[in-house]
């Protein structure tokens, strides 16, 4: 089982090639197959390599791309690779993606149930409403607004919960001589009549090793965190600073105490986009292979707006004036990627190289000798800002390699990362307890 001292590493994963939408172009990337769940799987064998506690499986379903040059999130339905990928592995836990807004419980509880028993007790569920009117509008359905799609959201999960424990933990016998299965009276129906879903019934199936799936949660909103702390164990984020990171992380922990839970029991993971090469000039080359012109024009705009300085592509090849760096104003107001774009902007880059950094990016952005990596995973788990990262590497092939190879062992030799797998479950994996049915302590 994992301590509060070493930190947990998870992949991110939001279809084939890479989480860059144009990682298929990368020289490294051989497509002759589209979808290619043989590459999936080497990608997941990859982070088990590594040493990966999970793989969270992001999912905005329908999503068509409007770049022509970008490849569409999960091409295949996530249950379809996770199954694929948990086949084809042996330790890794997969946090699976599916939306409340337009599925019911009977079949969620079911699907993965079902994908814990095959991986002897290796998957979470991601649970999130869905928020996207755009996804939404694939299942025909209109979403509803944020306080009732929380409500709606929390009744689902926990009838998700409630069919999980319908079979009695001691009702399999499977005795050959008396010719008894199972004792059928300890698969008690539940009877469940919310506001927002009703559903009568029972799961035919056991506990897995781990009793049921794990709970994940990706979001950030107040209804987000309040939402992970009562039911999830753990929430994929997004934070840009180490402030950032220690504020949610304490959030999310207040969160769990407040619904009568223990505060070890929710790990707050932060993003990271890495980029490993064997200097930071070459790390810049080969993160711009995937940024084309037109992304650092609007890149150009958004540090202009964050900086309040004006800037145009004209000024691409130069280095923004010590002077106008000097008069920024940070106040509570400011983006929190601010401080990264000045600290780059002070070290004389140009304006391209800037934007090269990805100081303006969905999550942090290393770019170097994997020790700036490793020292920025070391830095943040140490202050408390994440109990763990999901990494989110350009290339699977080529980024997460190098991280694997790389990266890991540096952390690994610190003590703050594991040297292999402790346990056999995913719980075990996350340091977080045995669970059967609806948590006691939320009824
Ligand atoms: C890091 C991160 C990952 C997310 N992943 C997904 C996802 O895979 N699928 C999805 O539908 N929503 C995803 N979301 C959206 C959130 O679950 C949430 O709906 C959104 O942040 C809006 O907040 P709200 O639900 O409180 O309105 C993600 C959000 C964040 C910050």
Do not use: C
Request: proline letters at 5%.
């Amino acid at each position: 089982m994992t301590n509060n001292k070493q930190m947990l590493l998870g992949l991110g994963f939001t279809g084939t090639f890479g989480t860059n939408g144009k990682a298929w172009m990368s020289e490294d990337v051989d497509i002759r197959t589209y979808p290619d769940i043989e590459a999936d799987i080497r990608y997941a064998q990859m982070a088990e390599k590594g040493k990966f506690q999970f793989i969270f499986i992001g999912d905005f379903p329908g999503a068509v791309p409007n770049d022509n040059r970008d490849v569409p999130g999960m091409t295949l339905e996530p249950i379809i690779t996770s199954t694929a990928i948990l086949r084809a592995t042996k330790h890794i836990g997969v946090a699976n993606t599916v939306h409340t807004q337009w599925n019911t419980p009977y079949t969620v509880a079911r699907q993965f149930k079902g994908l814990d028993l095959m991986s002897g007790g290796r998957i979470a569920w991601n649970a999130v409403t869905g928020s996207s009117p755009q996804v939404a509008e694939n299942f025909g359905v209109t979403l509803l607004d944020r306080q009732a799609r929380y409500e709606s959201h929390y009744e689902f999960v926990e009838m998700v919960q409630h069919f999980w424990g319908t079979w009695g933990k001691d009702a399999l016998k499977a005795d050959k001589t008396r010719g008894v299965f199972a004792d059928y009276n300890q698969v008690k129906k539940v009877y469940l009549n919310g506001r927002y879903h009703q559903a009568n019934g029972a799961l035919p199936m056991p506990p897995s090793p781990q009793g049921q799936p794990v709970i994940f949660h990706s979001g950030g909103s107040p209804a987000s965190i309040a939402f992970a702390g009562r039911y999830a164990n753990a929430m994929i984020g997004e934070v840009w600073t180490i402030e950032q990171g220690i504020e949610t992380r304490n959030a999310l922990r207040q969160a769990a105490i407040d619904a009568g839970r223990n505060p070890d029991e929710i790990k707050f993971i932060a993003g990271l986009m890495p980029v490993v090469a064997d200097s930071k000039r070459k790390a810049l080359d080969r993160h711009a292979k995937f940024m084309d012109e037109s992304l650092v024009y609007q890149r150009v705009q958004h540090i202009s707006m964050v900086l309040g300085i004006r800037l145009s592509p004209a000024d691409l090849e130069k280095p923004i004036p010590h002077e106008l760096l000097d008069r920024v104003e940070i106040d509570a107001y400011s983006d929190p990627r601010i401080e990264n774009v000045l600290k780059v902007a002070r070290e004389g880059w140009s304006l391209r190289d800037i934007i090269y950094h990805s100081v303006i990016d969905y999550h942090p952005v290393t770019l170097g000798e994997a020790k700036e990596t490793a020292d920025h995973l070391s830095e943040w788990f140490e202050a408390g800002a994440a109990d763990g990262f999901w990494i989110i590497p350009d290339v699977f092939e080529t980024d997460l390699a190098r991280f694997v190879d790389e990266v890991v062992p540096i952390l690994q030799e610190r003590g703050v990362f594991h040297k292999d797998y402790e346990g056999n479950t995913l719980r075990e994996h996350l340091g977080v307890p045995y669970q059967y049915g609806l948590d006691e302590r939320l009824k």
